[in-house]
C-alpha cells in the first residue's frame, strides 16, 4: 500500500462523551470502554427496587403531578398487611362493644330522666318516712329509758346500817362500864367491865333521793341517809350513795354477801327490817339492846340464838 493511497474506516462517536470509536466492538456498543462501564452503572442505579415505589415528579405549568410506578409487594408487604387488617378488626370490635355499652347505657339514663321527678318524690316521702320513725323511736328510747329507770329509783328507799350496842349494864361497872380495881400495891386502876362487850346491830335506815344526773349512756342516781325528825332532813356528814342493788322482793337474803351491803337498798321497810332480822339473828346479837350508858336502845333489836 502506497503512501497516498485513500481508504475508509468504520468509526462514530461516543454517546456519553461524543469521542471518535474506532473498535469495531465500540462501534457496536456506542460506547467506549470506560463510558460502556459509566453507563452500565448508572442503568443499574436507575432500576427499581421491587416491591417499593417510585415517584417521578415533573413540573408542568408550576404544577408537580406524582406517577406511582407499582410493583409486586413482596413477603414483608404481605404481613404488614396482615397486621394491619388485625389491627383495623380488633379496634373496630372495642369501638363497636363500647358504642353498644353506651346505647345501653343511655337507653337506662332514659327511662331514669322519663321517671325522675317520680323517683325524686318517692325519695322525699320515704326520707320524711325515715325522720318520722327515727325520732318516734329516739321518743320511745327516751321514754323507755326513763320508765325502767324510774321503776326502781323511788323518793325513798331503805338501806342497811348498823350501830355499836351493849348487854344489860351491871351494877358494878361505871358509865363507861369500866370497874376499879385495887392492886396489891394498893394503887388503883381502871379495867373494862364484862359486861361491856359489844356486838354490831342492824338495823334499816331511811334514805332519800338526793341527786338525778344523765351522764350520756345512762342515769346516776345518788340517795342519801335522812335525818331524824325533827333534824335536817339530809344528814350532812354523810356521803350520798349510787344504789349498786334495788331489792323488791326478788332477792334471796341467803344470796347477799354481807360484805356487798353496803350500795344495797331495799323498797320498802318491811323488807329491809326482814332482812337486819336476819343478819342479826346470824350473828347472834340477841340482848344487845342498850346503849354504853345502860340505856335501852330498844328490844328485841335481834333473835335468840336457837
Known amino acids: 500500500m502506497s503512501g497516498d493511497e485513500v481508504f475508509t474506516i468504520q468509526a462514530r462517536r461516543c454517546k456519553r462523551c461524543g469521542r471518535l470509536l474506532t473498535s469495531q466492538e465500540a462501534v457496536e456498543r456506542g460506547y467506549g470502554c470506560q463510558c460502556a462501564m459509566k453507563a452500565k452503572r448508572e442503568e443499574e442505579a436507575q432500576k427499581p427496587i421491587p416491591g417499593r415505589y417510585s415517584i417521578i415528579w415533573r413540573r408542568k405549568a408550576d404544577m408537580y403531578y406524582g406517577f406511582d410506578d407499582y410493583f ?26 363500647e358504642i353498644e355499652k353506651l346505647r345501653k347505657e343511655n337507653k337506662e339514663l332514659q327511662g331514669i330522666k322519663k321517671n325522675f321527678e317520680s323517683i325524686k318524690r318517692d325519695f322525699e316521702r320515704k326520707k320524711e318516712e325515715c325522720e318520722r320513725v327515727m325520732k318516734d323511736a329516739e321518743y320511745r328510747a327516751k321514754h323507755a329509758r326513763l320508765a325502767e329507770l324510774m321503776e326502781q329509783m323511788k323518793l325513798v328507799l331503805w338501806s342497811v346500817t348498823w350501830e355499836t350496842r351493849y348487854k344489860r349494864k351491871c351494877n358494878k361497872c361505871d ?19 364484862i359486861c361491856a362487850k359489844t356486838a354490831r346491830v342492824y338495823h334499816p335506815k331511811e334514805n332519800v333521793l338526793y341527786e338525778i344526773a344523765d351522764r350520756g349512756l345512762d342515769f346516776r342516781v345518788w ?40 350500795g344495797i337498798f331495799f323498797t320498802s321497810f318491811e323488807e329491809c327490817q326482814e332482812f337486819c332480822s336476819y343478819l342479826n339473828k346470824k350473828e347472834g346479837v340477841a340482848g344487845y339492846d342498850y346503849d354504853r350508858e345502860g340505856n335501852l336502845i330498844a328490844e328485841s333489836t335481834g333473835e335468840d340464838n336457837e
Open 72 to 97: 409486586e409487594p413482596g413477603e414483608f408487604d404481605e404481613k404488614i398487611e396482615e397486621l394491619k387488617n388485625e389491627l383495623r378488626e380488633s379496634v373496630k370490635k372495642e369501638i363497636n362493644d
Open 223 to 262: 340517795y342519801k341517809e335522812r335525818g331524824d325528825k325533827g333534824k335536817e332532813y339530809f344528814i350532812a356528814d354523810t356521803i350520798a350513795v349510787i344504789p349498786s342493788k334495788i331489792i323488791d322482793r326478788n332477792k334471796n337474803f341467803e344470796e347477799i354477801n354481807k360484805k356487798e351491803v353496803y
Open 175 to 193: 358509865c363507861w362500864r369500866n370497874v376499879k380495881v385495887t392492886l396489891p400495891s394498893g394503887n388503883t386502876v381502871s379495867d373494862t367491865c
